[in-house]
């Protein structure tokens, strides 16, 4: 019997074994990686693991680097936060993580944590430690916890743009620190969802004699710099500022953009040209109502080096070079599901490749080198399967 075949019957012996789905998939060499949802915990599964090779089954799964990891779902994270909530343990939890936090890490947030209070972080924290030393953490501790489990799930969750709700262990965590801040005085706190901010108003707005400074400014604009134009030296940028008002605002491109398909001898050029800019009608109050102006922009083009850059930055079709800015660009703006879902999957595969590298300087031994190179084969395999889909996804936006 082939050791694929036997790692395909190990893993349906452990799923009957714990009752949940057990994956075995091969990474490379002798490594093989397995993972499931929920469940037992990486102690109990190594256990079975153990017990299952020590028979003559599985002979040729004995001598191989079985790496363990064990996925979780928003119902585990549910689960454990009621069961916390009704012991009387996520209180004392939240306030002593977020006091910590405050003393020990004032001011730091890693990144994209942002909008994260102290509070959030250690109710984040308190529950995936509960998540990690429970066994079947989606399962409810008590018959009592079952409705609240449910309440929460509810009441952290949101609705995509195709109508299909999924619940986030952020926003559950909000809702538990805002119903534990804010008990009825008639009956105990309740699990609803946060109201959904109001949809903010356009800032801009302009009358007719707005319109026309604007419409004057740009055609003052224009005469000083009339197309996009390739800016190589000081020299050239500082004739162009010299020609413009001294208040016009100056914008510098954050990413490179380019035509699509291949160069055979790509360069990269700084191009000044016109683009809209805006700026509060009240200097003072940046709430204010926003008018059009012209601006100068500064933006970096990727070229033929035979190329005019002024004026490839002119035609239809440039787009952002880097592809996780054009997924964003493609996927956001411009509905180009296609090309934005590879894009996206390119973008993956990158990740894959860098937790790659890093996991050479993790001990191959350790229990996080384990959890890398999972997850690692995961993201592989879901930019295989994005983009298969890619296709299909822009037929059915277009159907």
């Known amino acids: 019997m082939s050791r694929t075949r036997q790692a395909a019957r190990l893993a349906a012996h452990l799923s009957e074994v714990t009752g949940v789905r057990v994956e075995l998939v091969y990474d490379n060499g002798p490594r093989w990686n397995m993972s499931w949802p929920d469940g037992p915990t990486h102690d109990q599964m190594r256990a079975h693991l153990e017990e299952a090779l020590a028979g003559h089954h599985f002979p040729d799964m004995r001598d191989r680097q079985l790496h363990l990891n064990r996925g979780t779902t928003a119902r585990a994270w549910a689960a454990r936060a009621i069961a916390s909530r009704r012991e009387g343990t996520l209180a004392p939890a939240v306030t002593e993580g977020a006091a910590w936090r405050r003393t020990q890490l004032p001011g730091w947030q890693p990144l994209g944590g942002d909008k994260l209070t102290p509070e959030d972080h250690a109710l984040l924290r308190h529950v995936d430690q509960l998540i990690e030393a429970t066994a079947y953490p989606d399962q409810a501790s008590a018959p009592e916890d079952e409705p609240l489990i449910e309440e929460l799930l509810a009441a952290g969750s949101r609705e995509d743009s195709y109508g299909r709700r999924s619940a986030s262990e952020f926003d559950m965590a909000r809702v538990l620190l805002n119903a534990d801040r804010a008990p009825s005085a008639e009956q105990p706190p309740q699990l609803r969802p946060l109201p959904t901010p109001a949809p903010a108003q356009p800032r801009i707005n302009m009358d007719a004699e707005q319109t026309a400074q604007t419409e004057t400014a740009t055609a003052r604009f224009l005469r000083a710099l009339p197309g996009a134009r390739e800016v190589t030296t000081t020299g050239e940028l500082a004739a162009i500022l010299a020609r413009l008002p001294e208040a016009t605002p100056l914008f510098v491109t954050d990413h490179v953009v380019s035509h699509p398909g291949p160069l055979d001898d790509p360069v990269h050029a700084v191009v000044a040209h016109l683009t809209p800019g805006a700026e509060p009608a009240d200097p003072d109050n940046p709430d204010s109502e926003y008018r059009m102006l012209p601006a100068l922009g500064l933006t970096t083009i990727r070229v033929d080096s035979t190329q ?15 592809p996780l800015t054009r997924a ?17 999957a390119h973008v993956v595969d990158l990740a894959a ?37 890619a296709p299909d996804a822009q037929e059915a936006s277009e159907s």
Do not use: M, W, Y
Request: net charge negative.
């Open 353 to 389: 490749r860098l937790l790659d590298e890093g996991a050479q300087f993790i001990p191959s031994d350790h229990e996080a080198h384990a959890t890398v190179t999972v997850e690692t084969s995961r993201l592989r395999h879901a930019a295989e399967r994005l983009r298969k889909v």
């Open 328 to 344: 964003e660009d493609r996927l956001t703006s411009r509905g180009d599901l296609d090309g934005g879902i590879r894009d996206a």
């Open 308 to 322: 005019n850059a002024g004026a490839e930055f002119e035609r239809d079709g440039v787009e952002p070079n880097d």
